[in-house]
């Protein structure tokens, strides 16, 4: 097969849907090596992660070709590529992050989405509001114009059917996986320099992702009242404003000496982060997936998420998840943990066994699986 790629985040984003991206675009072409990837991209961009999967022989990259669609790239993906997709005679086009060319079917190829999470309509108020109507409609029109649709969780899968009365026949899910050198064991050297180097202290809660309210960072050091006093909280992520809010709790509950905010940490250290902490806490109120859950579980310590979207489904049924708003919850589950090293061996012992289904080339098949549906296909 001949397979596109929508690879505007593949290459242009460091982290989130760009490592999605990589991801799909890499384990295809290695488990599946028989077929042919081409990655549409608007423009260049320095990428180390990409430009070692472009050393493969099936993989390639292409740009606008017209020196009218290389003026407007950013109108490229959603009108111009069509005449390239044609050209390129492709198998099937996949919009690997949320999006598809509005006019795809013009084009005549099987077409495939991956829809990560409607977390703008579950909760508008974290989004502006241009944002939320150019992405309903972008996500909208891509789910009726696509053969398939794959979204990355079953938290997600109902939301497509919820909010944009999408046939569930329709709807494949298949899981995401986390970066492969969270499974490498960091060397007690490693251990030792990143200590020193960020001056973490002996016992900690560890907490990453973007430090936004979505996320909810605050329960965390809310609970840190009800937890020995020994234990610290490392929280690693991007800052926004809400972060402020953290901060401001923080200096006026006196727990500055228990909290250490770290931003802009290189991804070859976060593993070093999560195998020296004692456990991993992700209550977030709301998810697509939960990709941080699968990299603690790799790392070989208990995880605590929260109810109510899908961290259950990447963390199993041997993690403990709480109500988002109970700080007094979190903390007795902390302390549970922290006092029964059985139950720490436990959680980490079966998660890892449960993580299994999300392996490169599980998720690899799937999504071939996924593939053959579309190409069987006949269009509304």
């Not at 938290?155 to 492969?180: E, L, N, W």
């Not at 251990?191 to 992702?209: A, R």
């Amino acid at each position: 097969m001949r397979i596109g790629f929508d690879g505007k985040r593949a290459v242009q984003n460091k982290t989130g849907l760009g490592n999605y991206s990589r991801f799909i675009i890499d384990i295809l072409s290695r488990f599946h090596k028989e077929n042919q990837y081409i990655i549409y991209a608007p423009k260049p961009k320095e990428n180390k992660v990409l430009d070692r999967i472009l050393s493969r022989e099936n993989i390639q990259v292409t740009y606008p070709t017209s020196y009218f669609w290389k003026k407007i790239r950013s109108l490229w993906r959603i009108w111009g590529i069509n005449k390239q997709i044609k050209e390129e005679q492709l198998s099937l086009f996949h919009g690997l992050s949320n999006e598809l060319p509005l006019s795809i079917k013009k084009s005549k190829t099987k077409s495939i989405v991956t829809i990560h999470d409607l977390i703008f309509i579950r909760y508008p108020q974290f989004y502006k509001w241009i944002d939320r109507h150019i992405y309903t409609y972008k996500f909208k029109k891509a789910c009726q114009n696509s053969d398939r649709i794959i979204a990355i969780s079953e938290m997600t899968k109902r939301d497509i059917i919820a909010f944009f009365g999408i046939d569930a026949h329709k709807i494949d899910v298949v899981y995401q996986s986390c970066h492969p050198i969270f499974e490498q064991p960091a060397s007690s050297t490693q251990k030792k320099e990143i200590q020193q180097k960020y001056q973490l202290p002996n016992k900690y809660i560890l907490n990453v992702g973007s430090i936004e309210s979505r996320k909810n960072l605050l329960l965390i050091v809310k609970a840190l009242q009800y937890i020995p006093e020994d234990i610290s909280l490392v929280a690693i992520g991007k800052k926004t404003t809400y972060t402020n809010e953290v901060e401001e709790y923080i200096n006026k509950h006196q727990l500055n000496h228990r909290v250490h905010i770290l931003h802009n940490i290189p991804f070859q250290e976060l593993p070093v982060f999560y195998q020296l902490a004692k456990l991993f806490v992700y209550p977030s109120f709301f998810e697509g997936f939960g990709i941080p859950i699968i990299e603690a579980i790799h790392s070989n310590i208990p995880v605590i998420a929260a109810t109510g979207s899908c961290l259950e489904e990447a963390g199993g049924p041997d993690s403990i998840y709480i109500n988002p708003n109970n700080e007094k919850e979190l903390a007795i589950n902390i302390n549970k943990i922290l006092t029964s090293p059985d139950l720490a061996s436990k959680m980490t012992t079966k998660g890892k066994e449960y993580i299994k289904r999300f392996s490169d080339e599980t998720i690899a098949q799937d999504i071939m699986q996924v593939y053959q549906k579309a190409l069987s296909a006949t269009k509304a």
